[in-house]
């Protein structure tokens, strides 16, 4: 069964910074490409950052250099920082992983960013 279970959301002020995890379980981690998307309230899904198998890594213009994708193969985990959050970056963010061979895509649940004064 697989999983991905995201951890990190929380309530910060703008300017501030957040670190969001994701664990994986069940995939072949080290054969799938680990994406960040978020959804704001009345807005479509969108991707924010994504890193490949190989750690080559893509950003959103709305978050390049402020936030860094990285991953840890051998704890199944893949970060998100975000530093200088604005109100804008509020949204659920969720993890996904897609497999390199077959393209099956996999979602977590999500955890909430609010960013307010």
């Known amino acids: 069964q697989v999983q991905l279970v995201e951890s990190g959301g929380g309530l910060v002020q703008p300017g501030g910074s957040l670190r969001l995890s994701c664990v994986a379980s069940g995939i072949s981690f080290g054969f799938n490409a680990m994406d960040w998307h978020r959804q704001a309230p009345g807005k479509e899904r969108e991707l924010v950052a994504e890193i490949t198998s190989t750690g080559t890594t893509n950003y959103a213009d709305s978050v390049k250099g402020r936030f860094t994708i990285s991953r840890d193969n051998a704890k199944n985990t893949v970060y998100l920082q975000m530093n200088s959050l604005k109100p804008e970056d509020t949204a659920i963010y969720y993890c996904?992983?897609?497999?390199?061979?077959?393209?099956?895509?996999?979602w977590g649940q999500g955890t909430q960013v609010t960013v307010s004064s």
């Open positions: 996904s992983a897609q497999n390199n061979f077959s393209g099956r895509r996999f």
